[in-house]
């Protein structure tokens, strides 16, 4: 009787270790199949992103060659990054990355959507330096504040229609910035109009909505030449009820002329005062180089005009020879970024480049 009860014992030890034991192998392979699953979903998101990210930089290379071009990107929903460290920009998508490499790029700082909306322009100062490209999604809204009728028709009217935004004025739908409702917008960007006097208010239904969501741009300056360099573009970030700077990443400045209405429109589309300043920079850079090559074109020309030595090439000679000084004063003022004396010297070669086709002569650019 003894031995059949501990015969049964040892059956009943034998049964549940066996039982223990399938459990922990089940487990085993259970855990080992989650991870070859895992590790293949990451493979496909990291393949997928790199075929995105080169979609993504083919097609704006090919727009670097496009003005005034609106295109809509399908592609898959998940967050796409966009920042600027040192002045080396990336695009990034589930831990892969890529350069924007010389191309001047206008973005928000992060973009989720199965929609990628783009818009390009051309920088001309006054010969044209290079495209601008834009970048947002149909998720974020825009929103206009207290804009004069001048700003209103040569810079609002001009923006894409894929665009959403809303202009928020007396006599507008919304009437005050109090009046602006969060609808679960992705990203609300506010672009205030004339001199806040410091940082803009915050409008009451935006306060507790999550800081990294809401950023504000002020152009303080809204005269008839304002985007002549003219007005400075202040950059503010939300922390809490209130707005604050939006500095550079040596904690030193938040502002930046404007040069030009297609330098503006890249105010707009940067949430990131940092990232703005990056790609303005490329491109007053390669302003810079272009100025360069049209500075020592107006002298070959000069020279050239007036060798020939008769009347018509000694007048061509001294408007060229002309076109030569106002070309190094813009060097100057490119070098030291003083941008009303760069926009004096872009109105004195417009009438330069003028004189000289009155006078039959090379046009400078």
């Not at 929903?77 to 002045?87: A, D, I, Q, R, T």
């Not at 051309?122 to 206009?144: H, Q």
Request: charged share 25%.
């Amino acid at each position: 009787m003894m031995r059949d009860l501990k015969q049964d014992r040892k059956a009943v030890v034998e049964v549940q270790f066996n039982w223990i034991f399938i459990l922990f192998a089940g487990a085993l392979i259970l855990v080992f199949f989650i991870m070859i699953i895992n590790k293949q979903k990451d493979l496909s998101d990291r393949k997928l992103s790199v075929e995105v990210l080169n979609s993504l930089d083919r097609i704006m290379s090919g727009q670097r060659a496009s003005e005034n071009r609106q295109d809509i990107i399908n592609m898959f929903e998940v967050e796409m990054l966009y920042s600027c460290g040192g002045c080396d920009c990336d695009f990034s998508l589930s831990g892969m990355s890529k350069s924007k490499g010389t191309l001047v790029v206008f973005a928000p700082s992060s973009m989720e959507s199965d929609r990628l909306l783009t818009w390009t322009q051309s920088w001309d100062m006054p010969f044209r330096v290079t495209n601008f490209i834009y970048l947002t999604v149909p998720e974020n809204r825009y929103y206009f504040i207290d804009p004069p009728e001048h700003v209103e028709r040569d810079f609002l009217e001009n923006l894409p229609a894929n665009l959403t935004y809303e202009i928020v004025k007396a006599g507008e739908d919304i009437p005050t910035i109090d009046d602006i409702e969060f609808r679960g917008e992705q990203k609300v960007r506010l672009v205030f109009f004339g001199d806040t006097g410091g940082a803009p208010d915050m409008p009451q239904d935006l306060e507790d909505v999550d800081d990294t969501r809401v950023t504000a741009l002020v152009i303080d300056d809204t005269g008839p030449a304002w985007m002549n360099g003219n007005a400075e573009m202040l950059f503010y970030l939300k922390r809490g009820d209130v707005f604050v700077e939006d500095l550079d990443e040596e904690q030193a400045e938040n502002s930046y002329p404007a040069l030009g209405f297609s330098g503006a429109y890249g105010a707009v589309y940067s949430d990131s005062f940092q990232n703005f300043k990056c790609n303005m920079d490329d491109a007053v850079k390669r302003f810079s180089f272009v100025a360069e090559v049209y500075k020592e074109r107006s002298w070959d020309l000069a020279a050239a005009m007036s060798n020939r030595g008769d009347s018509g090439g000694i007048l061509c000679g001294t408007v060229l020879n002309l076109g030569y000084t106002i070309m190094q004063a813009m060097e100057s003022s490119i070098s030291s970024m003083e941008s009303t004396g760069i926009f004096q010297a872009i109105s004195d070669l417009n009438d330069v480049n003028d004189n000289a086709i009155l006078n039959s002569c090379p046009r400078i650019y």
